[in-house]
Nanobody, 119 residues
Framework: QVQLVESGGGLVQAGDSLRLSCAAS????????MGWFRQAPEKEREFVGH????????FYADSVKGRFTISRDKAKNLMYLQMINLKPEDTALYSC????????????WGQGTQVTVSS
């Protein structure tokens, strides 16, 4: 069983930066990729970006491209989301999940960490 725990959220002002972490635990943790998602109040969950685990390649949603960067520390089972130039529309609950490869779905969602950006 894999558990994912997000941290690093908070209340910031527009233009500020923030770094989120996603810590994975569990003996079977060996993902194909790890992803970040967010959900604003009364909106559907939105894909933010992902990183492939073995050889780290990244992919981002257009809404965050150029402002958000995903990285990972494979030895520590940690994934990060560095966010710069935050905007009020980035306000959401940010969650991470793992993907086990082609034909699979995102799974083992964490509880999320709240990011609130004031204007």
């Amino acid at each position: 069983q894999v558990q994912l725990v997000e941290s690093g959220g908070g209340l910031v002002q527009a233009g500020d930066s923030l770094r989120l972490s996603c810590a994975a635990s569990g003996r079977t943790f060996n993902p194909y990729a790890m992803g970040w998602f967010r959900q604003a109040p009364e909106k559907e969950r939105e894909f933010v970006g992902h990183i492939t685990w073995d050889i780290p390649t990244t992919f981002y949603a257009d809404s965050v491209k150029g402002r958000f960067t995903i990285s990972r520390d494979k030895a520590k089972n940690l994934m990060y989301l560095q966010m710069i130039n935050l905007k009020p529309e980035d306000t959401a609950l940010y969650s991470c999940a793992q993907h086990l490869g082609p034909g699979q779905a995102w799974r083992d969602w964490g509880q999320g960490t709240q990011v609130t950006v004031s204007s």
